[in-house]
């Protein structure tokens, strides 16, 4: 018996062949699939961002932002540049709208300062380990950075130059940023972690605290380090405190009059301050100032440079200007010193926010060799007197030779102000 074989037919067989790579093709499609939903996924639930409230205020004067004038603030979105005009203050303002506005970094721009705003962005969700991240670029001019302590990530704040030095804060604290054509400088004032990286450098150069790090056009690959000016105050950024006061100030209040007003160390937008008060509808002259006292007097004939900075936020004040006689500011700042004559001398500054224009307050104190400043209320504003000792010329009786205190004071009827530094820079 003979066997017989079955032909299968070639379409049949051609069929198959598709069906199968019909199959594992499918099945490929699918195992990227998967792989791609997981990976999106997690980006999109550990790694993904939103962007952070990014508002920039002005303090002082009027600025330009995206080619448009601000004078009171605005948001800000990716690629605005910010120019100041001369003699006006502004501050960047960063903030988590997933944790009540919580403030994670600010950077006050001053004088002919610009800067153009990048980018900034916090994880989307709250599980993430990703951290806070700030992109600054093309920076011009002096601006003043402050990084909020315990902030609940970690955060990398990113300045580049025009010429493309690159600043990167990656820790709370306090930085000094000086960006100009010929010369970069960078001060730690007061922070964990900063470092400065020329242009085409590989790495960068930290800087610890108190130190100054600079670049200079003769050498534009090189990071220099030295020492920062000297501040001669105590607890200048009131970040010491005992039982609810500031170490090193001694503060009052008048007692000539009710109701008195109150001062206490806080926290106000992660910042330590001091807060001077006075409310309860008084009509009647209050003042609340906080000293630092030198016993026989600091002596500084042997130097150069002594610079003023002071950073406040005016919340209210109830007069025009400061007052009737200009010596009512809600706040103004005192320095007694002995003179070349060994005579005590002393030398005020006021800022206020409130004027009426229908008065005609003025606006210096009797024996005020300045005009009180005027700022914008309820927003931070940083004075820097530059060299302090220029106001005084060589030869001049007055001419400060020992400090004997310093003094801040908050003045007037009614008054609410948050002090956040007083520094006495010296070199």
Not at 207 to 214: E, H, L, S, T
Not at 320 to 326: D, F, I, L, R, V
Not at 377 to 395: I, M, R
Request: contains cysteine; proline residues 4%.
């Amino acid at each position: 018996m003979s066997e017989s074989v079955i032909a299968i037919p070639r379409s049949a067989t051609h069929a198959q062949r598709i069906a199968w790579v019909v199959l594992m093709t499918a099945f490929l499609i699918f195992c990227a699939l998967c792989i791609g939903l997981w990976v999106g996924a997690q980006f999109f639930f550990f790694e993904s961002t939103v962007p952070l409230l990014s508002r920039v205020i002005v303090a002082r004067g009027a600025i330009s932002v995206a080619a448009g004038a601000v004078s009171t603030g605005k948001e800000m979105t990716s690629g605005d540049q910010v120019e100041m005009v001369s003699g006006s203050q502004a501050s960047l303002f960063f903030r988590d709208a997933q944790d009540e506005n919580r403030l994670i970094a600010s950077v006050t721009l001053n004088g002919d300062a610009s800067v153009q705003f990048w980018t900034a962005t916090v994880p989307r969700f709250s599980w993430s380990t990703g951290g806070y991240y700030i992109d600054l670029r093309g920076l011009r001019g002096d601006a003043d950075i402050f990084v909020p302590q315990t902030l609940p990530r970690s955060i990398r704040l990113v300045v580049t130059s025009r010429q493309g030095d690159l600043v990167e804060i990656s820790s709370s604290g306090l930085y000094a940023l000086r960006l100009k054509e010929s010369r970069i400088e960078v001060v730690n004032r007061g922070g964990n972690q900063v470092t400065l990286t020329p242009v085409d450098a590989v790495e960068g150069r930290s800087i610890p605290i108190d130190d100054r790090a600079v670049i200079d056009s003769s050498r534009p690959d090189h990071v220099a380090l030295e020492s920062a000016s000297i501040n001669m105050l105590r607890n200048s950024t009131f970040e010491g405190v005992f039982q609810g006061l500031a170490t090193d100030w001694a503060c009052t209040n008048s007692t000539e009059n009710l109701p008195r007003g109150s001062y206490a160390a806080e926290v106000q937008d992660g910042r330590s301050v001091m807060h001077l008060a006075r409310a309860e509808d008084a009509t009647t002259n209050g003042q609340t100032a906080c000293s630092q006292f030198f016993g026989d007097g600091i002596d500084i004939s042997a130097f150069t440079t002594l610079n003023f900075r002071v950073a406040f936020n005016l919340q209210f004040q109830s007069l025009s200007a400061c007052g009737t006689e200009g010596s009512e500011c809600p706040l103004m700042l005192r320095v007694d010193y002995l003179d070349a004559a060994d005579e005590m001398q002393q030398w005020y500054l006021g800022f206020y926010f409130r004027l009426e224009p229908d008065r005609n307050d003025p606006l210096r104190c009797l024996g005020c060799p300045l005009e009180h400043i005027r700022v914008n209320e309820k927003t931070w504003y940083t004075y820097d007197s530059g060299n302090w000792l220029a106001l005084f010329p060589e030869g001049l009786p007055q001419r400060p030779v020992a400090i004997q205190s310093v003094t801040f004071y908050a003045s007037g009827h009614q008054y609410d102000v948050y002090v956040g530094e007083v520094s006495l820079l010296a070199s």
